[in-house]
């Protein structure tokens, strides 16, 4: 599993509305200026995650976007799950993967299952505002 720019990149759109989520609708501009994103590339999440509803949207001369809820509500596994569609180690686990012909006789799909559990409890045990205040993250 490797988690590509797109995932990144959404959880520091998401984080950035989160720190200024008192300052109302953010601007795109605004957002790309502080994380450094192009604006073509964050049009596009932006537009993933507004079709989520995790954002909302104004549109207008103060328009820009907000978080749709509190910082808290977020998991990092599901900003990620939406932008990255899986967070499966191996292809035989994501979602609408075929049935391996080999899953009754494979060894190591236990061990693929137990990854992908752990990965999946470790980030859906995450908010937004744990990782933005540094609660509940395990470095070691």
């Known amino acids: 599993m490797k988690v590509s720019t797109k995932g990144r990149y959404a959880l520091r759109v998401m ?11 953010i601007s795109l501009k605004e957002i790309a200026d502080r994380q450094e994103i192009s604006m073509k590339y964050l049009e596009m999440i932006v537009g993933i995650l507004n079709r989520a509803g995790y954002v909302q949207s104004l549109r207008g001369k103060s328009g820009g976007y907000r978080l749709s809820k509190n910082s808290d509500e977020y998991t990092i ?12 180690p191996v292809s035989c686990l994501e979602k609408d993967a075929d049935i391996c012909k080999r899953a009754e006789e494979c060894i190591t ?3 693929w299952k137990g990854l992908d559990k752990v990965i999946d409890d470790y980030l859906e045990n995450i908010s937004l505002k744990d990782l933005i205040h540094g609660n509940n993250i395990k470095a070691e």
């Open 15 to 25: 984080i950035d509305l989160a720190q200024h989520k008192d300052e109302g609708f």
């Open 77 to 88: 596994g599901a900003i990620l799950k939406l932008t990255e569609g899986s967070m499966a």
């Open 109 to 111: 799909l236990p061990l």
